[in-house]
């Protein structure tokens, strides 16, 4: 397959790019045909890497109204309506709702996804589901699991059994909720447990990490230290860490130097953040995000992520991350032209970084040819424009093509 007259992650002067055996094998100003190649003629079209959803809940999606929708908007509701629905999972009806989803994704250009999945269920129906769904759709979307323990680790009976038991089954990454454990002591205890678990049985960490508008919560410095003193690094992420937006700048100056010094991820999920943060303020109204801006300005690496998809915490979502990158822009102020321009990384590369795919990641001569080409010639018209993603190629296999809608417009203006 030769892919013609591209734009390459917004690079003025476009590129030829040739994919042989699924692998980029050279990318040139101009390249030849080779006879009865498959060509594409990307003229004024934007070649990115594949898009990367690193924080989605695959076991509960598409469950919004089931068996109550969510009134207040609460974190803490959708935790309670949550509980009551996962009484009735069968692995069935995990699978059904999962490929559902991530066929959504797939048609929006996302090709790697990780998923969090709730361990809090001694029969653990969602985690073996998704364990299937994983195998299933490994040729076409690679997708890591977290063990996520949503109703704590020390808080819920056999919290720490659980979580082991789910490590041995196969997830990717090992996950944690400290703030919503009982207790402060509880939370610490609970990322010395998982942070321990995942050295043991070689796996990543995924931490939901003060995901409340609460500036006491701060198991952000906790989880960094022990990612620090582990040499555990880049392995670790911390995804929404909301509380942030409300920690003071003193301390948040002081925290500053240990996250750069531990290397961890963060994730943010402006959609869900936006929805869930300030339900507990009249006014003025917090923005529940966490501090992008600073992250990124601070070279820490931070993506955005979907989080929900019509489940008890967000009732919308379509598997887009224009969508959440949209939200996130705004909320996090990300609204200089550069910034707009170059913010495809934090829902493609900087994604990948947090999932520790990078090393098969990428529009690079012998990297899996994994990429998407979109409907425009850079990106802060894509995304202004919400340009369809023509092409979506996983492996040097078209995984997805589009046809661009056809508009008749009579506007005399
Ligand atoms: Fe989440």
Redesign the pocket.
């Known amino acids: 397959m030769l892919i013609k007259n591209v734009h390459i992650q917004n690079e003025s002067e476009t590129k030829d790019v040739k994919i042989e055996d699924g692998k980029f094998v050279k990318i040139a100003p101009t390249i030849e045909a080779s006879e009865n190649e498959q060509v594409i003629d990307a003229t004024d079209k934007l070649l990115l890497p594949p898009f990367v959803d690193p924080?989605?809940?695959l076991d509960a999606t598409m469950t919004a109204g089931d068996p109550e929708w969510n009134q207040t908007g609460t974190l803490f509701d959708g935790i309670r309506i949550w509980s009551e629905r996962k009484k009735t999972l069968t692995i069935d009806d995990v699978k059904t709702r999962a490929k559902q989803a991530i066929k959504t994704q797939v048609a929006n250009g996302i090709q790697f996804v990780r998923s969090?999945v709730d361990v809090t269920d001694p029969n653990l129906t969602a985690l073996k589901a998704l364990i299937e769904v994983r195998e299933e759709v490994k040729d076409q979307v690679e997708l890591q699991l977290v063990a996520?323990p949503q109703e704590g680790i020390l808080s819920f009976p056999n919290g720490k059994e659980l979580m082991t038991e789910a490590a041995d089954l196969g997830v990717d990454a090992i996950g944690g909720i400290p703030h919503f454990e009982f207790t402060r002591e509880y939370a610490v205890e609970s990322l010395n447990f998982l942070v321990k678990l995942a050295q043991q049985k070689n796996k990543l960490v995924d931490v939901?990490c003060d995901?409340i508008d609460d500036p006491q919560s701060r198991s952000l410095e906790t989880l960094a230290t022990l990612a620090l003193e582990t040499g555990m690094g880049d392995k670790v992420t911390a995804?929404?860490t909301t509380a942030m937006g409300s920690y003071n700048d003193a301390y948040t100056y002081k925290l500053f130097r240990l996250l750069k010094m531990s290397h961890i991820n963060f994730i943010a999920?402006p959609l869900?953040n936006t929805n869930l943060g300030g339900r507990f303020d009249t006014y003025p109204k917090r923005r529940g995000m966490t501090r992008v801006k600073e992250l990124k300005e601070a070279g820490i690496n931070v993506a955005f992520?979907e989080?929900?998809i019509k489940d008890p915490?967000y009732p919308m979502g379509n598997g887009n991350m224009l969508d959440a990158l949209h939200m996130g822009l705004h909320v996090g102020h990300l609204m200089g032209y550069d910034d707009i321009m170059n913010s495809y990384q934090l829902v493609t590369t900087n994604g990948a970084g947090a999932m520790h795919v990078s090393d098969h990641y990428g529009i690079e001569e012998g990297k899996p040819a994994n990429c998407i080409i979109m409907n425009n010639d850079n990106f802060y018209n894509a995304l202004n424009e919400r340009s369809e993603i023509l092409y979506s190629i996983h492996n040097g296999e078209v995984l997805v093509e589009t046809t661009p809608k056809k508009v008749t417009n009579n506007f005399k203006g």
Do not use: L, M, T, Y
Request: no cysteine; charged share 20%; proline share 0%.
């Open positions: 924080h989605v809940h969090h996520f939901h995901e995804s929404h999920n869900v992520g989080d929900d915490w």
